[in-house]
């Protein structure tokens, strides 16, 4: 920003001449705003929209000098938050931020999210196996106050969820209450004190509370974990199961204060866990989590403990990442030794494909070729699709075509050996099976005559595959 600055700023195009996405100029021809110009404001406006949901004063926000604005952003787009985005803001009367949180990105083992290489996670595919605490809670364990990128790591990431989400924080919460339940009816005692853990207590929020300011989520979680600790020592070292049967004033006093910090570890996990505190809020039967309130007795009653949080199975983490550093398809080149036509389908082939081993497929061309056409081509399959029935007869493995004016074109490599792989390079071959739904997300294309997905140009035998398809045509 000192270097914009020291060479002198120079007067910002916010225009651009359309074909282009976004809003066009009032009163111009085939104008449009420069998209970040308009992308801030986005931030106002989704910021406005939750204001006036929760009956907020906006403008103790937006237009105060006592305000304390905190703007969260990615490393790539600085300039504009740094410069551009205050400017604006300057001019329009609003508020300027007090500080500009900066992040990094986010890769996966070590490596850019690439759909070729397997290391892309789609936030709509992670929601269908598991909940979004498990992600964020990750995140913010690995989130410190300085740039840097957050490597989400399976086996890491399952690990320290399970350890120390569900078996350290989750359980010592759903352990107390229901003890508290079975017990005691979810009655409390208000007055329990327990001297140098008190006092442990009190040293460790404070130390989550600063961590917090400085806006250190990675150290503020660890310090959620040491109070979780401490709860979890305490509770053990008292043995409540055991004075329930001799001393139940005593069993009750460790109950209560376990449940006192409870109460606070789901007001210090609200900001990064807000549906598992909301439901651990339920549970402590409160009427919201105050951050005045840490600290201090939980009075009661509680309501009916319940299980929120489980571990990641291995089986679920396989098949939300089931490529992690591997390339998600199986393409071979596939001889194509006989062709005929389904005894029981109009529109379909039988095939034999020597694909370095025998394989029959069958495919839905005979709109397009004639099978002696088809006969003798070296084209390219896809090996790893789960094997399926087709009127009767099974299919293993698709041939690949592209789809040009609503025609089905198969892609050829004439000279190339049957069997041979095509992948991106260096990269290590999946041979998980996939549907045809999963193939289709991936999205293999044509782009300036080669064959690619994502980000990876595809090869064969270590040189880009060069197919016969119009540009941008859909491989299917």
């Known amino acids: 920003m000192k270097e914009w600055i020291a060479n002198g700023l120079q007067d910002w195009d916010i225009s651009r001449d359309g074909p282009y996405f976004g809003f066009k100029i009032p009163g111009e021809d085939d104008k449009y705003y420069y998209v970040w110009l308009d992308a801030p404001i986005g931030y106002f406006a989704s910021f406005v929209n939750y ?8 403008d103790s926000f937006l237009r105060s000098r006592d305000a304390n604005l905190i703007h969260f952003i990615g490393k790539d787009i600085t300039y504009f938050h740094f410069l551009f985005w205050p400017a604006m803001l300057m001019a329009a009367g609003f508020t300027q931020p007090t500080k500009l949180a900066v992040h990094g990105f986010l890769t996966i083992n070590g490596q850019k999210m690439s759909k070729s290489r397997g290391t892309f996670l789609n936030a709509g595919d992670y929601i269908k196996h598991l909940p979004p605490e498990c992600l964020r809670y990750y995140y913010a364990a690995n989130l410190a106050n300085r740039i840097g990128d957050i490597d989400l790591n399976p086996q890491d990431f399952m690990e320290r969820v399970n350890n120390e989400l569900v078996s350290n924080i989750a359980n010592f919460a759903y352990r107390t209450l229901k003890f508290a339940n079975q017990h005691f009816d979810g009655q409390l005692d208000k007055s329990s004190k327990f001297g140098s853990e008190d006092a442990s207590r009190a040293g460790i929020i404070k130390e989550a509370k600063e961590k917090f300011s400085e806006l250190n989520l ?50 210090l996990l609200s900001p990064i866990l ?7 809020r339920q549970q402590l039967n409160l009427k919201k989590l105050d951050i005045s309130e840490l600290g201090k007795p939980l009075t009661g009653p509680i309501s009916k403990a319940r299980i929120v949080l489980t571990p990641i199975e291995q089986q679920v983490l396989d098949r939300l990442l089931p490529c992690a550093g591997k390339f998600p398809l199986d393409i071979r080149v596939g001889r194509i030794i006989k062709a005929v036509h389904h005894p029981a389908a109009d529109k379909l082939f039988v095939l034999q494909v020597d694909m370095g081993e025998p394989r029959q497929i069958v495919t839905g061309l005979r709109d397009f070729y004639k099978a002696e056409e088809l006969e003798g081509k070296h084209a390219l399959f896809l090996a790893n699709l789960k094997p399926v029935k087709l009127r009767g007869r099974e299919s293993n493995g698709m041939i690949l075509t592209a789809e040009v004016n609503r025609k089905f074109r198969v892609l050829e490599v004439p000279a ?7 992948m991106p390079k260096d990269v290590e071959i999946g041979r998980e099976q996939i549907d045809i739904k999963e193939f289709s997300r ?6 300036g005559g080669k064959l690619v997905l994502g980000d990876a140009i595809l090869t064969l035998g270590g040189a880009p595959v060069a197919v016969d398809a119009p540009e941008g045509s859909k491989v299917s």
Do not use: C, M
């Open 416 to 422: 190339a050996k049957p069997g041979t792989n095509v």
């Open 218 to 267: 990675r150290e503020a979680v660890q310090a959620i974990l040491a109070l979780s600790d401490l709860g979890n020592r305490t509770f053990q070292k008292h043995e409540p199961w055991k004075l329930v049967r001799t001393d139940r004033q005593k069993a009750l006093d460790v109950v209560s204060w376990s449940a006192g910090i409870v109460k606070d570890l789901a007001i």
């Open 442 to 447: 991936l999205g293999v294309t044509v782009k």
């Open 51 to 58: 204001a006036r949901k929760h009956d907020l004063d906006i």
């Open 274 to 280: 807000p549906d598992y505190s909301e439901q651990l």
